[in-house]
Each structure stands twice: as structure tokens, then as C-alpha cells.
């Protein structure tokens, strides 16, 4: 079974940058859909951004709230999957997990914590 470790969180300033990796412990290629969540204390974890395969291409959808600010993007070659984060707010401080949904089983990573000071 693939398993998903995720890193590169930490504390950054608004208005700075940070990109995530997810590493997968297995091929992701035959994987459709690679999300990524978060989830800031007290409230519910939400979609943040998933990336999906067609064929040769590649679809990309975001929540709203990090729309022309976030990047999502996947190298199967190498089993990762990235999130490009720039211009980072305080209300995007939240745990950021790496997700994925084979038939009705969920996979997640451990989670890593980003930090936005104002």
C-alpha cells in the first residue's frame, strides 16, 4: 500500500513562499486524483487543491481561497507531488496533509504544519 510523507512546512511571514512536498512510497502513476487538505485548529479539514490525470494531461483545481496564489503540480516519474504556496496569509495557517482515493480507500500523510505570521 502507498503511504504519503509529507515535508517542507514551517513558519514563514505574510507574503512570503513555501512549496510542500508529498513523497509517495509507491508508484502514484496509475493514481487519477492527488489532493492536497489542510486543516487549521477548531475547524474542518478542506480541500486545498487537486491534480489529476487525463491521459497525457494533467487538470488542476483550486479552492477558492487560494486561487492564483497556490501550485499544485505531480512528477510521476519520481512520486511526488508539490504545493507551490506564495503570498501567504495568517489564515492560511493550518496542518497541510497529502491525500489520495483509491476505490473508497483514503491514504493520507502525516501532515506538515505551516505557519504565517502577520
Known amino acids: 500500500q502507498v503511504q504519503l510523507v509529507e515535508s517542507g512546512g514551517g513558519l514563514v511571514q505574510a507574503g512570503g513562499s513555501l512549496r510542500l512536498s508529498c513523497a509517495a512510497s509507491?508508484?502514484?502513476?496509475?493514481?487519477?486524483?492527488m489532493d492536497w487538505y489542510r486543516q487549521a485548529p477548531g475547524k474542518q479539514r478542506e480541500l486545498v487543491a487537486g491534480?489529476?490525470?487525463?491521459?497525457?494531461?494533467?487538470?488542476?483545481n483550486y479552492a477558492n481561497f487560494v486561487k492564483g496564489r497556490f501550485t499544485i503540480s505531480r512528477d510521476n516519474a519520481k512520486n511526488m507531488v508539490y504545493l507551490q504556496m506564495n503570498s501567504l496569509e495568517p489564515e492560511d495557517t493550518a496542518v497541510y496533509y497529502c491525500?489520495?482515493?483509491?476505490?473508497?480507500?483514503?491514504?493520507w500523510g502525516q501532515g506538515t504544519q505551516v505557519t504565517v505570521s502577520s
Open positions: 491525500h489520495f482515493r483509491l476505490g473508497l480507500v483514503d491514504t
Open positions: 491534480i489529476t490525470l487525463r491521459g497525457s494531461t494533467r487538470y488542476a
Open positions: 509507491g508508484s502514484i502513476f496509475s493514481i487519477n486524483t
